[in-house]
């Protein structure tokens, strides 16, 4: 990148942008620089008129007929098959349900349903500093199970050529680490997992719409993420999960609820899962919430993950490259890589005060989070950040800094 030194160079960088007009399609309140898109996503303005529409229309005056007439009962698969070309995913592999914790679950027990006839892989690897729910989702199936499986954690992704071997049943990863953004190499890691006979079950929670993600050419087996974060469904939206075709017909899960039955409606007795993706759903889902998860997709139809990706990668370098510029004499440390292939689309710094100093910056408009330890989160959405708000979000963050205008004694809100 050339080198921006003011504010009209980003202004420049805008006009110059394929993405700008696509910020027309998102709700922003005045003097905000949203950078947490990678936590909640900002509302598409489609998003009222859909509620509206199913909340008056679709459930005040259809009522009942709306599962056939407006299409709810499809709306896991027709989404999920929205979303599935922004994951390398195929047409009927992908679902629109439930939490990403809930379909961890179900990978999990499913990947372990696959691997029980080899009866010494017991080990299910993954990252310390994965996302916790993950971690807690393995424990708990495993401690449930009582069959002798064991979480070995791996402190850096270097470790797991070491630690993988003939006893690992599921090596579950996240493909984009939510503190750091380090970013795996799918395809690679998933090959060295195969090698060793090993499932790769992936959490896309900080790559769906951040990045183009290859599943089905990467030979993925499992992946799972949100549409609440870069996806921008809505707070607590439904998650999705992934399933190959050449996985589907033994892929089995403990909650085996009737919206994976091969025929729900004929209310029989026993259960018989569908053969396709649908038997990765449980029962009746969130059609409010659901719904509005097509305008988020809706404007990932306008342009392409290419697209998004250049103008994140753009947008994380000119944050890294200002603050370290604008802000050297203060003592921030990255700890996201700079290499573009280990990075996901979002910055993160180490700073001694760092919660004071995000709380100070989310007064002053510029909202970023927090994470433990010590550490500063800034999430680039390029469908609607623009260059202009890196710089002034890191001017900003250079007056906190520079005039130490933060409370260090400040008490910690319940959502950090
Ligand atoms: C955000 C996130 C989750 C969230 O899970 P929920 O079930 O939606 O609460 C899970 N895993 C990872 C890696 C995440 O980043």
Not at 331 to 351: M, Y
């Amino acid at each position: 990148m050339t080198q921006i030194t003011s504010r009209a160079d980003c202004q420049a960088l805008d006009q110059q942008d394929a993405l700008t007009s696509l910020r027309d399609d998102f709700i922003l309140p005045d003097g905000v620089i949203y950078l947490d898109g990678n936590s909640l996503g900002a509302r598409p303005k489609a998003s009222l008129q859909r509620a509206q529409e199913v909340i008056t229309q679709e459930w005040g005056t259809d009522l009942i007929t709306s599962w056939n007439k407006a299409g709810w009962f499809e709306l896991p698969s027709s989404l999920g098959n929205q979303l599935a070309p922004l994951v390398g995913a195929e047409v009927n592999e992908v679902v629109v349900t439930d939490s990403t914790s809930i379909n961890l679950f179900k990978a999990i027990a499913a990947g372990l349903q696959i691997q029980a006839k080899d009866a010494k892989r017991k080990t299910i690897i993954t990252e310390r500093s994965n996302f916790p729910t993950d971690i807690y989702m393995a424990e708990g199936i495993t401690k449930w199970l009582d069959r002798g499986y064991q979480i070995v954690l791996i402190d850096t992704p270097e470790e797991l050529p070491d630690v993988i071997n003939d006893q690992t049943a599921l090596v579950m990863l996240t493909h984009v680490n939510y503190r750091t953004g380090y970013l795996h190499d799918m395809a690679a890691v998933t090959t060295l997992i195969h090698q060793h006979g090993a499932l790769a079950l992936w959490d896309l929670a900080h790559s769906a719409g951040a990045l183009p993600v290859h599943l089905n050419a990467a030979n993925a087996d499992f992946a799972v993420g949100c549409t609440y974060k870069y996806l921008n469904g809505g707070p607590g939206a439904p998650a999705f999960i992934w399933v190959p075709q050449r996985h589907q017909a033994v892929f089995n899960h403990p909650l085996s609820g009737w919206w994976g039955h091969e025929s729900p409606f004929a209310m029989a007795p026993g259960f018989t899962p569908t053969p396709g993706i649908r038997r990765a759903l449980c029962g009746t889902q969130p059609i409010v919430s659901l719904a509005l998860v097509g305008c988020g997709l809706d404007v990932f139809g306008k342009t392409d993950m290419q697209a998004i990706r250049k103008k994140s990668l753009a947008l994380t370098d000119l944050f890294i490259q200002l603050v370290e510029q604008r802000c050297a004499s203060h003592p921030l440390e990255l700890v996201t890589p700079r290499d573009h292939h280990q990075r996901g689309s979002q910055a993160s710094f180490k700073h001694p005060h760092a919660y004071a100093v995000i709380q100070a910056l989310i007064t002053r408009g510029v909202i970023g989070d927090y994470r433990e330890p010590a550490i500063m989160r800034f999430g680039f959405t390029p469908l609607y950040v623009r260059y202009v708000d890196v710089w002034d979000a890191v001017e900003t963050l250079r007056d906190v800094l520079d005039k130490q205008d933060y409370d260090t004694n400040l008490q910690r809100n319940a959502v950090t």
